[in-house]
């Protein structure tokens, strides 16, 4: 997939999923500074997350912003939904992700709504198991939108039409 230019494309809504205050030791005693997780999306399938640090809030805001920016992929997104049911992972953080049919809502808590509201997704049932570190179920979040499967692609892959992929479903239901 190729890299997607941020320049050309309309307003990016972003959302401030978690702010950190870190320190370090010194000689002289401790160094506080900030570090922000921000996910940025289009509201129509682009998304993408970004972590900045910095000594203020803003700055460390604003740098997570352009890494979002710089770091935005595409995912599908069928009638304000996912295509199919999918499970995302990284490191110990697993995001389980199931449809829903119109009416459903955003049913999803923390980093996952975020993510989900920024790409556009509005009716989808989630659920964030084992880690709750915030940067790794935001990963899991973006691991599995990226294993979807749009039924275009996958139609253009089988070499089949539309009206015999419904045909082999159904004859296997």
């Known amino acids: 997939m190729g890299r997607i230019d941020p320049e050309n494309l309309g307003p990016l809504k972003d959302k401030v999923i978690h702010i950190n205050r870190v320190a370090k030791v010194v000689k002289g005693g401790r160094r506080f500074s900030f570090s922000a997780l921000v996910v940025v999306g289009d509201e129509n399938g682009l998304v993408g997350f970004g972590k ?49 049919r119109p009416g459903t809502g955003l049913i999803a808590g923390g980093a996952v709504r975020a993510i989900m509201e920024v790409a556009g997704i509005r009716n989808i049932v989630a659920k964030s198991i084992g880690s709750r570190n915030p940067f790794n179920t935001v990963r899991a979040t973006l691991n599995g939108l990226l294993k979807l499967k749009d039924s275009e692609s996958v139609l253009k892959r089988t070499g089949k039409s539309e009206d015999e992929q419904q045909g082999a479903v159904n004859e296997n239901a």
């Open 52 to 100: 900045g640090k910095a000594a203020e809030v803003p700055e460390a805001i604003r740098k997570a912003v352009e890494h979002a920016k710089r770091a935005l992929v595409k995912v599908p997104v069928k009638d304000g939904t996912i295509p199919h049911q999918i499970r995302g992972e990284y490191g110990a953080g697993k995001v389980v992700m199931l449809p829903g």
